[in-house]
Structures are given as C-alpha cells and as structure tokens.
C-alpha cells in the first residue's frame, strides 16, 4: 500500500499492549531484537485470530508465518510498557501481508511487515481462506476499523 507510515500511530486502529520484562535485556541494557520481534507476534497473532474470531471461524482454519522483516528505529529499556500497532496492508489468493508498529507513547521503536499464509492443519497445506474471512479482511483493507481495539492515548 503506497504511502503507509508504518512508524506514525495514526497508521493502525488494532493495538496489542506488551509489558517489557527484565529479561528481555541484552549485555547493554537494551531491549533486544528477538524481544522485539516477540512483541509483533503477540500484535501479530492477536490481529489475525481478531479476524477469524469476526469471521466465527475458530477452528476452522489456521495460519503460518511464511516472512517477517523489522526495522529497528529507536532503542528501548526496561521496565514499562509498549503499545504494538497492527494492520492490514493486503490481501492474497491465500495470504496477508500485515504490518506493525511498536511505540513507546508517540514514539516508534520498530516496524514489521509480516506475510502469513492460511493453513489447513488436515492437510499441512496452504488453504483459501473462507469467503466470510476474505470479505472482513477486504474490508479492513479499505478502511481499517472493523479489527479495532481501542487503547488509550500516550500520556
């Protein structure tokens, strides 16, 4: 989607609250990478089984991580929190791309964008996903609102 700030709040309407633990220090006191990327997939999976939950399909059909790519845009320190923004960038024959922020009140710390493919668990192949998923997750495309949580503003 041409023009999509994934680094400005204003970008996504699903938001995923994320408590930074100790552990997730480096030898510099630095939150690191891979607790970053734990972060998105907590936004991540929360999004898409928001959707499937909108579509009444639980259990019936599931999804894989297929590609993830972050940019690392500001350092993060323990302790406090962040607030993990999700949305839909685009639609497959039998994926979605989707895209996250993390932010520490206004400010970024990272991006994703992931690719993740349906998944028929019979099978282990990929799947069309059903027409009700396809039709919420075309809309969400449109106009991001229909896979909303509300959270509070930055203080």
């Not at 939950?53 to 962040?82: K, N, Q, T, W």
């Amino acid at each position: 989607m041409p023009g999509l700030n994934l680094s400005s709040r204003d970008t996504y309407r699903h938001w995923s609250p994320v408590t930074i633990r100790f552990s997730d220090q480096d030898s510099l006191g630095h939150i690191n990478n891979v607790a970053l990327s734990q972060y998105f997939e907590v936004s991540r999976t929360a999004f898409v089984y928001d959707v499937i939950r909108l579509a009444e399909m639980e259990g019936e059909i599931e999804f894989i991580l297929a590609r993830v790519a972050i940019d690392f845009v500001a350092e993060l320190h323990y302790p406090g929190s962040v607030e993990v923004g999700a949305r839909l960038i685009r639609v497959g024959t039998k994926s979605l791309t989707s895209g996250y922020g993390i932010f520490k009140g206004d400010q970024c710390i990272a991006t994703s964008e992931a690719v993740n493919v349906f998944y028929d668990m019979d099978t282990r192949r990929s799947a069309t996903p059903p027409d009700r998923v396809r039709e919420i997750l075309n809309e969400e495309v449109e106009a991001p609102a229909l896979v909303a949580t509300p959270i509070l503003p930055p203080a």
